[in-house]
């Protein structure tokens, strides 16, 4: 689940080591230009043509959550049963929930994979590690990391998913989760729905340091970082406690007064986020121009080297508490050092 605000804009893989340059840059097939910057929503003094520039550039052009929203509103014009239906727990519509979320996460995590690997369209252009996804590895299921991302995607990361649905729409419908409609609070009913994934950045930053306490990571998050090399299905491929944990950001709707489509909303970000941003390629590349920005680099680092970049581009929290990582060479020294420092090495 991570955010594009850092995305540059070099056009192949060799032409962005160029100009992002340094030994660092070296490591990998290709490096967006760093150093990768946050968002300008936390950043003081506050640039407020540089805020509207990027809440544009993330809502009203063609982008993961501009594509997100018309997913949100089909799914809740054509297959999202009533309140009133949902007040009562019945195999039928749970059933469509799940149905419904299948499809969707063999769509795109499928249609991802297809295209960036089995397909080969794009070849290693705008890819940052051109090293085959595992096979024959023991700590994957079947000895496969495809597989073994798509069992945990689909048998656990679609069930949760699904649930956590069926719980607010349950709650919605029984009252016991506040109601707010477009026609009472147009503005509000707006402002929620762009402010959810500030709050998902919140939440996820926080679980994520968490499941990094060693405890927790060896029951739960090891699993997810299994995948040193990432692909589209790795995303959502995570231990069930794990995605309790990771989904828990949407009982903030218990306080928050919300609608059906922003329970949609929410649980598609975290969902079909979670494979776009883990393509492992920062875009799809049209006659040598970037579209649809996906996979960050800066989560491709925290897979390789785990103790950095915990949050996303979001909100600055790695920044504040001193693990990020911006891609340069002096950051990656910096990165060492601190690993050294709580190993206990000098």
């Known amino acids: 689940m991570n955010d594009k605000a850092g995305t540059g804009e070099a056009g192949t893989g060799e032409a962005g080591n160029e100009e992002s340059g340094g030994e660092f840059a070296r490591r990998w097939n290709y490096t967006p230009p760093v150093p990768i910057r946050v968002s300008p929503l936390f950043v003081w003094p ?14 009203l052009v063609v982008t993961e959550r501009s594509i997100l929203v ?9 297959f999202q049963p009533p309140l009133d239906v949902t007040a009562t727990l019945a195999p039928g519509w ?39 996804l595992a096979e024959m590895k023991k700590h994957f299921l079947f000895r496969h990391q495809l597989a073994d991302n798509m069992v945990w995607s689909l048998a656990s990361g679609v069930t ?21 409609l477009w026609a009472d609070h147009p ?21 994520h340091r968490w499941l990094h306490w060693p405890p927790l990571y060896r029951l739960a998050h090891a699993l997810h970082h299994r ?46 986020t979670a494979a776009t941003s883990h393509t492992g390629y920062e875009a799809v590349l049209i006659r040598d121009r970037k579209h649809l920005a996906l996979g960050t680099f800066h ?16 909100m600055p929290w790695d920044k504040w508490f001193g693990s990020f990582h911006d891609g340069t060479d002096a950051s990656h020294a910096a990165f060492r050092a601190r690993k050294k420092t709580l190993q206990g090495k000098t």
């Open 299 to 314: 989560h491709q680092m925290h897979h390789r080297f785990f103790d950095c970049n915990y949050g996303n581009l979001e």
């Open 46 to 59: 506050l640039d407020l043509m540089a805020v509207l520039g990027w809440m544009a550039r993330q809502w």
């Open 70 to 78: 018309l997913i949100g509103l089909a799914s809740w014009f054509w």
């Open 187 to 207: 503005v509000w009913f707006i402002a929620i729905l762009m402010l959810t994934p500030i709050w998902i950045s919140f939440h996820f930053y926080w679980v």
């Open 94 to 132: 749970i059933a469509g929930l799940y149905g419904r979320n299948l499809v969707l996460m063999l769509a795109v995590a499928g249609g991802l994979h297809l295209y960036f690997y089995a397909g080969q369209y794009q070849k290693q252009a705008l890819r940052y590690d051109t090293r085959e």
């Open 160 to 180: 949760i998913w699904t649930a956590y649905e069926v719980l607010m729409f349950w709650a919605m419908g029984n009252g016991y989760a506040p109601l707010m």
């Open 227 to 272: 995948n040193t090399n990432i692909g589209p299905w790795s995303g959502l491929s995570m231990h069930p406690v794990e995605h309790v944990i990771f989904f828990s950001s949407i009982l903030i709707h218990f306080i928050v007064p919300s609608s059906p489509l922003h329970i949609l909303f929410h649980m598609q970000h975290q969902s079909l």
